[in-house]
């Protein structure tokens, strides 16, 4: 059982920034691919962003492209999720996964393990 614990969440105003992090304890975090996904109040949860085991491919979702950058360090086995410029709309509970695959993934069915989420609230 792997097991994702988030944490960087808060309330911030509208153009600042927040850092979330996922840390997990499993010995073979560097084999995982890892995505971000998010649910906003009323809401389906949402692809964020996916970087693959390496950290040499990343994608994200067109609503944060140029404003949000997942990252990871293997040694430390975390996963970030750097976010700039938020806007009200990025209001959600963010969420880590971890799948069983190596690559970045979109799909949550693609994604075997999850954590508890973290609140974001940007105010206007």
């Known amino acids: 059982q792997v097991q994702l614990v988030e944490s960087g969440g808060g309330l911030v105003q509208a153009g600042g920034s927040l850092r979330l992090s996922c840390a997990t304890s499993a010995r073979t975090f560097s084999r995982y691919g890892m995505g971000w996904f998010r649910q906003a109040p009323g809401k389906e949860r949402e692809f964020v962003a996916s970087?693959?085991?390496?950290?040499?491919?990343?994608d994200c979702a067109d609503s944060v492209k140029g404003r949000f950058t997942i990252s990871r360090d293997n040694a430390k086995n975390t996963v970030a999720l750097q976010m700039n410029s938020l806007k009200p709309e990025d209001t959600a509970v963010y969420y880590c996964?971890?799948?069983?695959?190596?690559?970045?993934?979109?799909?949550?069915?693609?994604?075997?393990?999850w954590g508890q989420g973290t609140r974001v609230t940007v105010s206007s």
């Open positions: 996964a971890a799948s069983l695959g190596n690559s970045n993934y979109r799909k949550e069915s693609e994604y075997a393990y």
């Open positions: 970087i693959n085991w390496s950290g040499g491919s990343t």
